[in-house]
Structure formats: C-alpha cells, structure tokens
C-alpha cells in the first residue's frame, strides 16, 4: 500500500477502490470458471472438465468471500496508521469475529471420511442423499461429488 | 454442469437483484424462496448461495456510496462488532434448527418486509444536529456529516442510542446468517428507530455493513462445505449484474409501482413458505 496516511475521506476512496476492483476479479472469476465448465461439460469428458473448471469459480467465490475480509484489515491498517487506537481495536475485534467463523466452519467439517467426499452441514452424507441436496437435476448431480471434493482441497490449501 | 440449471439460477438471481436493487435492498430474500420452493434446491444450499451473493451486491453497490460520503465508516465498524457476533450466533443454530423452522421464520421476515414495504419510510424525527448528542456517539466520534445536493451543503447529523442500535444488529446478524438474506428488514428499523439517522446515511451504511456481516457467516458456510459451486457461482453472479441494472431502473420506474410488484411478490413467497413450513408444499416429493 503506497498511499500516505490517507484523511478519513481518502479512506473512503480507498476502500470504494479496493471493492471495486475485488468484485470485478471475483466476478470475472466465477464467470471464467463456470463458462468453462459449461463448454467442457459439452464437448468434452465431463468427469475431467468438472474437476479443472469448478475449481476456477470456487476460488472467485473464496475471492468473494474474503473481500470484505481484505476491507476491513484495510480499514485496521489505515487507522493504526492514523493512531486511532481506539477504533484499531474495533477493527481489530471484527476480524476476529470473522476469522472465528472460518474456525468454526473449518472445525464443524467432518474430513476424516475420504470414503465419501459429500458432506452437507457437517454431516457425511450417504451418496442417496444426494439427491436431498440437488433433487431437480440429474446430470446436475454428477458435479456434486467433485464440486464438494474441489472444495475441500480448496480450504485445505488456505 | 446442467447448463439449463445454471441459467435458470443465473436468471433468476439477476431478476431478484434488479428488482431488489431497485428498493436498495439485496436480492437474498427473494433468492432464497425462489430456489428453494420452485428450484427444488434444499434450503440449506439455497441460504449458502445466497449468502454468497449478499456479500456480491454489497460490495458490488458500495463504492458509489462511499465517494459520494453517504457511508458511515466508522458507525459501520462500531455496528459491525454486533452483527458479525450475531452471524456467529446464526452459524451455531444453522445446522440445528430443523428445516420447517427455517420455512416458518423465512415466512414472518417476508411479511415482516411487506408491512415495512407498506408504511412510507422518511427520516427519522430528530434525524438533525439539533438533537441531543448521544453519549456513545459523542465518545466514539461517530457524529458525521453528508452532502445534500438539492441544499448544496453538508447535512450534519448525530448518532443517538448506540446500546439499543447495537443489539438490534445483533438480531439483524443472526437472522442474516440463519437465512441467507442481508436482513435490512431488521437494520432499517435499528438506523430509524435507535440511532435514528437521515435515511440516505443509513441505507448506505446498512449496506456497507451488509458484506462483512456475511462474510462471518459465508466463510463457515463455505469451509463446512455447504456453498455449492455449482449453485453459488451462477447466483453470485446473476446478482452482480443484477444490482448494476436495479440501481439503473430506480431512477426510471416510479416509486408506487415499485412498491406494489413488491408486496404482491413477497406475499406470494411468504404464502409458499408457510406452505413448506407446515409440509403442504407441492415440491414434498423425492425428485
């Protein structure tokens, strides 16, 4: 960050900047993933192509996810720089909070059954129940097992 | 991918963000009934993609906001300490409540938003530097003030009763993380009634605040393993585009006419949620 201490209104063009620029990377991210994973289904083996292109999108929605993350530590750093300790620990506090969710998310996974990759609010789900997940789309469902696979490879990579 | 299911999703996620855009709200709380009850997705799939697309259109609608000084930075952060608690909270209960409950409180916030819909929203009385300076405001500085371009000049207002503000964040956290939506059901009558702030600072703040609220909740979502790619993605993105055309046609359509396809909508849902609530829904079946 080469700003110079900003005054509280550069912090807000700061901040506008910083969620302007991460939707659009997020987005473009979660675009990118699932054209490719619309084409490849198409024309291509789909088993390959949804275990490459899923992943693309789940990382513009852990993008997503971690931009108001990535605000609130810019808004942390420009206020310990302004020496507004009072509202450093604020800042502060909301983080952790945040991060305390991740936690909680992270420990309510149930990863010690590779046997069944599926799992649905921190319950190993039996591959029927599935169809509990998605019940409307059959060909739909074959991205579920890997979907959920890419996803837990994604978190553990974090 | 069922590219068929992905454009539905796409769709109607653009359609629900347009249309909340339009009242400056998120999409979720049409995003979610809609997918649950006529996309037959489960519930709890449906809150996580929708979590995921709050988070998009506020950070998406936000920036404008902040250049033109409407947002509260500092009420926003102060707040936030209360609904991320609170979308804790929320994440906690998620996988315990059973899913009728889920149907039902669904139900009472959308009729909860169509009496809020039906009373006309002003600034709150006292809404003015005039006012009696709140002993938390004054001591956290969060007093500000805003440009008014109709007057040309910065509008100064304070920040009354932040004790009672910040537990009806809480409130609006927690039902923000149990459904999915960004519940400013609950954060409108919290600015109004408690810290009673002229409307355009509020509604901008709400919305800053919004983003981090969800992201407490969304990243234990996404790290239990409930965000579904395949859902999220084409709903994440459905509600970007959508938030840019909404905040278009505000400025088009007038505002009555808005107002009734709201209520009529949000009826129709929340009559289709009680349904599901009580297991008379017609989508019951295994597939």
Known sequence: ?158 | MDSGFALWLFAVSLGASALGGMLGMAGGIFIVPILAIFGHVDIHVAIGASIVSVIACSCGSAPPFLRGRLTNIRLAITLETATTLGALSGVFLFGVIPVSYLFFLFAVILLVSVQQMMARRGDPLGASAAAPTGRWGAALCLDSSYPEPDLGTDIAYRVQRLPMGMMLMFGAGLISALLGIGSGVLKIPAMDTALRLPIKVSSATSNFMIGVTAAASAGAYFMRGDIVTAVAGPVALGSVVGALLGARILIRASNASIRLLFVVVLVALAVQMLLQAFGIGFSKGPL
Request: aromatic share 6%; hydrophobic share 55%; net charge positive.
């Open chain 1, 1 to 158: 960050m080469n700003h110079a201490t900003p005054r509280p209104a550069q912090l807000e063009w700061l901040l506008a900047g910083t969620l302007h620029l991460g939707t659009w990377l997020a987005s473009a991210a979660i675009g990118l993933g699932l054209a490719l994973a619309l084409l490849d289904s198409r024309f291509s083996a789909p088993k390959l192509a949804i275990l490459r292109d899923v992943r693309v999108a789940t990382v513009g929605i852990a993008l997503l996810i971690l931009l108001p993350v990535v605000r609130v530590i810019v808004m942390l750093i420009v206020y310990l720089r302004q020496r507004d300790y009072l509202f450093s620990v604020i800042a502060l506090l909301v983080l952790t909070i945040i991060l305390l969710g991740f936690a909680v998310g992270l420990a309510g996974r149930h990863s010690d059954t590779p046997t069944s990759p599926v799992q649905v609010r921190g319950e190993t789900a039996p591959p029927h129940a599935m169809q509990a997940i998605l019940r409307k789309s059959n060909s739909f469902l074959t991205a579920m097992p890997h979907t959920f696979h890419r996803q837990k490879f994604f978190s553990r990579q974090s």
